[in-house]
């Protein structure tokens, strides 16, 4: 269990960003290259997770925990996998129509849990094999055939068909033909997954479907500005692990004379004047602790350390405002934040570590913890796993803070400006010239 294995350490950005890429080092199977979603043992691979790691090697060679060959072997092992394992409408293929089943068996690649076929995570997966491709640029054969599959699996993703006949990209599919009933329309991490699909080589969705999806963004005014609502914190910062937001915007951010970026430094203005509120009197809310996010909580009713009942949400996308809010707070979320409120990461990341400093499982932190419930110490409720999302989250956000690495990467993919220039998105970067 993880309570048995915390130990109590400073809380250096550094030493998380170090410990939160070996994460992808640690659990990630030696024959195909695929991420573990979690640290539980036999957790399965989550194509997304698989995503992140393909994304943080590149940071991992910059940074020296990896030889730049080594990483291009891993990242090469894992192009290999993915291109050469079997893609059918059958219920045990790895992927259909170049989009892949959102958990896969670590060894086998066969889909696991009865798993959707998943538009969005597909999208995580395959801005990490873009990512790998743009950073390997080197001459050898390693890096020219990382290149070459990372085209290929791009290529394959038949994103039109993905429509489902309809206006709007879907959720996901099931075999052995059955579209989910949900669909991409409003503001969400999908904002990612309608870029890639804009910019594809092949099977490109149009603009069109763009505006759909922005059809039914929601705005409300904060202090006096416009702001595109989103409650959990993950919405915000997904796409912009890999999109480079900044001082540029699409046709819905124009109009309202802002953009995503400064969106989301809103955002989490908002969240930190939700813990100060604390409208639930949940223990340990305050303007230097926040984080709310999609993560793994208790469940069920149960007794806070105060005396009172609480409904606990279990797995939920938490948020403020406006979200469900049990008291669960996801530790890495404000270190996740460093490019958009650095002061408020590092006040966040001060009050952890005096408030909380045996939350680390192995220098990370873990999906998320509740200290109103009873726990063994300060911390309370302690998820007991460490999630391949957050870790990848951090290693990205952590760079993209520091030098804007990550950003840089990806505004040299022809296929990035070409889907945002697609969605209507102008001014900064895009205004300068192409790279080749």
């Given at each position: 269990m993880l309570q048995q294995t915390r130990n109590t350490e400073r809380f250096q950005v550094d030493r998380l960003q170090s410990a939160a890429f070996d994460y992808f080092l640690r659990y990630s199977d030696a024959g195909t290259g695929l991420v573990a979603d979690t640290s539980l043992p036999d957790a399965p691979s989550s194509i997304a997770a698989t995503g992140f790691g393909l994304s943080c090697y590149p940071v991992g060679v910059e940074r020296g925990w990896i030889g730049r060959g080594e990483a291009a072997g891993r990242v090469l092992m894992t192009l290999r996998f993915l291109a050469q394992s079997r893609q059918g409408s059958d219920a045990l293929a790895t992927g259909y129509r170049g989009f892949y089943y959102h958990f896969l068996h670590m060894k086998t690649g066969e889909r696991v849990w009865q798993c959707e076929?998943?538009?969005?995570?597909t999208?995580?997966?395959i801005a990490g094999v873009l990512t790998?491709?743009?950073?390997?640029?080197?001459?050898s054969a390693v890096e020219r055939e990382i290149r070459a599959l990372a085209d290929k699996l791009y290529a394959r993703v038949?994103?039109?068909?993905?429509l489902g006949r309809g206006e709007i990209l879907t959720m996901g599919w099931r075999p052995p033909g059955r579209f989910l009933k949900y669909r991409w329309q409003g503001y969400s991490e999908a904002l990612l997954l309608y870029v890639l699909a804009l910019g594809a080589p092949h099977h490109a969705i149009g603009p069109e479907h763009y505006r759909e999806f922005t059809a039914a963004y929601a705005w409300t005014t904060v202090d006096g500005a416009p702001h595109l609502q989103a409650a959990p914190l993950f919405v915000h910062l997904f796409p912009q692990a890999w999109l480079d937001l900044r001082g540029i915007g699409d046709a819905p951010m124009r109009d309202e004379a802002t953009d995503y970026f400064d969106n989301t430094c809103r955002a989490i203005a908002l969240q930190r004047a939700h813990a100060e509120r604390n409208p639930g009197d949940f223990a340990g809310y305050g303007g230097d602790m926040w984080g709310l996010s999609a993560c793994g909580g208790p469940a069920g009713r149960q007794r806070l350390v105060d005396g009172r009942w609480q409904r606990m949400l279990g797995y939920a996308a938490r948020g403020a405002p406006g979200g469900p809010d049990d008291g669960t707070l996801a530790p890495w979320a404000p270190v996740a934040c460093l490019p958009f409120a650095a002061d408020a990461s590092q006040s966040a990341l001060a009050e952890l570590e005096n408030c909380y400093p045996g939350i680390l499982c192995e220098s990370r932190f873990p999906g998320g913890f509740n200290p109103s419930l009873p726990g063994v110490g300060p911390e309370g409720w302690v998820d007991d796993r460490v999630v391949g999302l957050d870790q990848g989250l951090v290693v990205m956000m952590i760079e993209n803070a520091r030098n804007?690495?990550?950003w840089e990467l990806t505004r040299s993919i022809p296929a990035i400006r070409r889907g945002l220039q697609r969605a209507d998105f102008?001014?900064?970067?895009?205004?300068?010239?192409e790279t080749a």
């Open positions: 076929l998943s538009t969005i995570d999208a995580l997966l790998a491709g743009a950073y390997f640029s080197g001459d038949d994103w039109r068909w993905a804007g690495f990550v102008r001014g900064g970067w895009l205004e300068t010239r």
